[in-house]
């Protein structure tokens, strides 16, 4: 079992930055695919972006450009860096990784772009 605790969410404007982390316990070295997930009352859950342990990475059309994700394997830890917030950013936004055969979830850190 893995757990993931995620954490850097807050309140920032439009425009503004935020940066993500993900910790998993005891390792994430099992977790050849980790990513970030984010949730918004009324919508389905909404894939953001992933990266593997080879260094690959994926982003939802949405984040691309704006969103970096990157892995530090040593620390156990997962990050996403946001820049140029906007109000659709806004959600709980929750840690995934996967081992091929089962999937692992945080409990969301809360995320909300207002001016």
């Known amino acids: 079992q893995v757990q993931l605790v995620e954490s850097g969410g807050g309140v920032v404007q439009p425009g503004g930055s935020l940066r993500l982390s993900c910790v998993g316990s005891?390792?994430?070295?099992?977790?050849?695919?980790m990513g970030w997930y984010r949730q918004t009352p009324g919508y389905e859950r909404e894939w953001v972006a992933y990266i593997t342990t080879d260094g690959l990475t994926k982003y939802t059309e949405s984040v691309e450009d704006r969103f970096t994700i990157s892995r530090d394997s040593a620390k156990n830890t997962v990050h996403l860096q946001m820049n140029s917030l906007n109000i659709w950013d806004t959600g709980v936004y929750l840690c995934w990784g996967f081992d091929g055969e089962t999937e692992y979830w945080g409990k969301g850190t809360l995320v909300t772009v207002s001016s």
């Open positions: 005891p390792s994430i070295f099992r977790l050849y695919k």
